[in-house]
C-alpha cells in the first residue's frame, strides 16, 4: 500500500474512534447527569446500594454469610454462626459526611438482633461504630448519623460522623444474632436530610469550568468553599481525549463521590425531570430466540461462497459490534444481553477455518513476530518510566487474561479473518484490523491500539499461519499496555458501556 493511503487510512481511523468515543461519552454524561441531578433534587447521594445485585458488597459476598440469594430487590442471607459483616463497595470514593448526614436502612431479620454501623475515614482503621438493636421482622431505620457519638473499636476514643477530616472511605454493617439468623436487606441510602419533603429547597450546584478543577487540583485546594454545595464539573467532550475526562471525574470523585458531570457543549437543564440509570440496551429475549433460530439455519448452510461469508459476519460480528458501539453490557449487563453475546460467540467458534496452521511455529515466524512485538514493548516501558506509572496486575489478572486472549485470537484468525479475505482480497487485513478494532468501542485508546497491532497480527499469520507466537504478542503486550500505560493514555480495557463505569 502507498505511504499516502496509510496515511489516509490512519487518519481515518482516528476520526471514526474519535467520534465514537466523544459521541458515546457525551451521551453517557447525559444520561448519567440527568439521573444525578435527580438525586440531588432528592437530596439523596449517588452513592446508594438497592442490594438488587451482590456486586453491591466487596467480595461479592456477606462474610459470614452460609447462603446468599439475591432475587426481586432483596439480598438475602442465611448467618449459621449469626453474626456476618456486609463492607459496602464505595469504589474507592469517598463520601462527604458533612453534607450526607443520615441514612436510611431498610432490613429484616428472622429475630432480635443487633446492628452495629461502622465507617473509617479514608485511610485509617479506627473503626467507628454505632450501636443499634433491632426487632424481628421488618426493620426502616431513618437515622441522623451526625447526632450520633461514635466509639472507637479498640480504645475508649469517640468521634463524630465523618470523624476529624468529615470523609468517609469505608461504611459497613455488622449483624450479631442468634445461630442461623436470616437477614435480607432492601436499600440503604445516604441523604442529606433525615426527613426529605416534596418543596424542600434544592441543593446548590457549582458548576466548575475544567481548568479551575485541574489548578485547585494540582494546588490541593477544595473545589468549593461550602461544604453544602454541589460541585458540578463541566466536561469539554469533543476538545479533549476521553481518557484524560475520565481520568479528570475519578480524581474529583475521590474528593466527593457526590461531584456532577455535564457535557459542556450540551445546555443544562432548567429542572430535573424523571431519569434512569443508563444501563445499556439488549435485544429482549424474543430478539435472542429469533437470532438464535437465524444463526442455526445459517450454520446448516455450510457454503464458503463471498455472499455466506457476509452473512455469516452479519451473524456472528454483528452482535459484538452492537453491543460496544451501541453502549451495552453494562457494569450489569441483562441476562438476555449476556445470552445473545454468548451466542454469538459459539455461531463463530462452530465456524472457525483454522486447518493448515502451524501451533508452535518456526523460528522465522518467531522472529517476524518479534520484530514488532519487542520495539512495542519497548515503547510501552518507556512510557511507564516516563510517566512513573506501574500498576502490577496481580495473579488472578494475568491468569484470567490468558483464556481471553486465546478466544479473541481464535475469533480474529479462524473466523474473521478468512470471511474477510474472501470478501474483499487483498484489503483482508485492513478491514478484518478494522472490525477487531471497533469490537473494542467506545474506548478510543483501546481502539487505535488494536487497529494496529491487528493488522502486524494479521500479516504473520498471512505469511506464516503459526499461532503460538502472536499469542504471546498478544499476551505481553497486552499485560504491558495494561500495566504501564497511565489512565491519561489508557484509561481501561472495558467496552461498551462498561469503559465508563469500571475501571
Known amino acids: 500500500m502507498p505511504a499516502s493511503h496509510r496515511i489516509a487510512t490512519a487518519l481515518a481511523a482516528l476520526v471514526l474512534a474519535w467520534i465514537l468515543a ?109 450501636r443499634l438493636e433491632l426487632l424481628a421482622g421488618w426493620n426502616e431505620l431513618r437515622m441522623d448519623l451526625a447526632a450520633f457519638t461514635w466509639s472507637a473499636h479498640a480504645d475508649a476514643a469517640t468521634a463524630r460522623w465523618g470523624g476529624d477530616a468529615g470523609r468517609v472511605g469505608e461504611f459497613r454493617l455488622h449483624l450479631a444474632g442468634p445461630a442461623g439468623l436470616r437477614v435480607a436487606l432492601d436499600h440503604l441510602r445516604f441523604r442529606e436530610r433525615v426527613h426529605h419533603r416534596e418543596g424542600d429547597p434544592t441543593p446548590t450546584i457549582e458548576w466548575l469550568g475544567i481548568e479551575r478543577v485541574r ?71 424474543g430478539g435472542v430466540v429469533a437470532y438464535a433460530l437465524l444463526a442455526l439455519w445459517l450454520r446448516a448452510r455450510a457454503r464458503p461462497r463471498r455472499l455466506h461469508a457476509l452473512a455469516e459476519l452479519a451473524i456472528g460480528h454483528g452482535p459484538l459490534l452492537a453491543l460496544s458501539v451501541g453502549l451495552g453490557l453494562s457494569e450489569l449487563p441483562t441476562s438476555d444481553a449476556r445470552t445473545w453475546l454468548a451466542c454469538a460467540l459459539l455461531f463463530q467458534l462452530s465456524g472457525l477455518r483454522i486447518s493448515g496452521g502451524d501451533w508452535p511455529g518456526a523460528a522465522t515466524a518467531w522472529r517476524a513476530v518479534a520484530r514488532y512485538s519487542v520495539p512495542a514493548a519497548i515503547m510501552l516501558i518507556a512510557i511507564g518510566v516516563l510517566a512513573g506509572h506501574w500498576q502490577p496486575p496481580g495473579l488472578q489478572r494475568a491468569l484470567g487474561y490468558l483464556p481471553f486472549v486465546l478466544l479473541q485470537q481464535t475469533l480474529l484468525l479462524g473466523f474473521l479473518w478468512p470471511r474477510v479475505h474472501l470478501l474483499v482480497g487483498r484489503r483482508a487485513i485492513l478491514a478484518t484490523a478494522g472490525l477487531f478494532a471497533l469490537a473494542h468501542a467506545p474506548n478510543f485508546a483501546l481502539m487505535l491500539l488494536s487497529f494496529v497491532i491487528a493488522q502486524a497480527w494479521l500479516a504473520s499469520y498471512r505469511s506464516t499461519r503459526a499461532w503460538l507466537p502472536i499469542l504471546t504478542s498478544h499476551y505481553a503486550l497486552g499485560m504491558l499496555a495494561v500495566s504501564l500505560l497511565p489512565s491519561e493514555i489508557l484509561y481501561s480495557a472495558e467496552t461498551g458501556l462498561r469503559y465508563f463505569q469500571v475501571r
Not at 461479592?60 to 432475587?71: K, P
Not at 484524560?244 to 437543564?269: E, G, K, N, S, Y
Open 22 to 130: 466523544n459521541a458515546a461519552l457525551d451521551r453517557f454524561l447525559l444520561a448519567q447527569g440527568r439521573l444525578d441531578l435527580t438525586r440531588v433534587a432528592r437530596g439523596e447521594s449517588r452513592i446508594g446500594f438497592e442490594f438488587d445485585s451482590a456486586r453491591d458488597l466487596i467480595g461479592d459476598r456477606i462474610e459470614g454469610a452460609g447462603r446468599m440469594l439475591v432475587a426481586d430487590g432483596l439480598l438475602a442471607a442465611e448467618l449459621p454462626q449469626g453474626d456476618a459483616n456486609v463492607r459496602l463497595n464505595l469504589r474507592g470514593l469517598v463520601l462527604d459526611a458533612r453534607r450526607l448526614r443520615a441514612l436510611d436502612l431498610r432490613l429484616h431479620v428472622s429475630a432480635p438482633a443487633t446492628l452495629h454501623l461502622i465507617f473509617d475515614a479514608p485511610g485509617e482503621l479506627r473503626q467507628w461504630q454505632q
Open 215 to 285: 489548578a485547585r487540583l494540582d494546588a490541593g485546594l477544595p473545589l468549593v468553599e461550602s461544604a453544602h454545595t454541589r460541585i458540578g464539573v463541566r466536561l469539554p467532550v469533543w476538545m479533549d481525549t476521553p481518557e484524560r475526562l475520565l481520568t479528570l471525574r475519578d480524581h474529583v470523585r475521590a474528593l466527593d463521590a457526590d461531584a456532577l458531570f455535564w457535557p459542556v457543549m450540551q445546555a443544562l437543564p432548567d429542572a430535573p425531570g424523571p431519569a434512569a440509570a443508563p444501563t445499556g440496551w439488549s435485544p429482549g429475549w
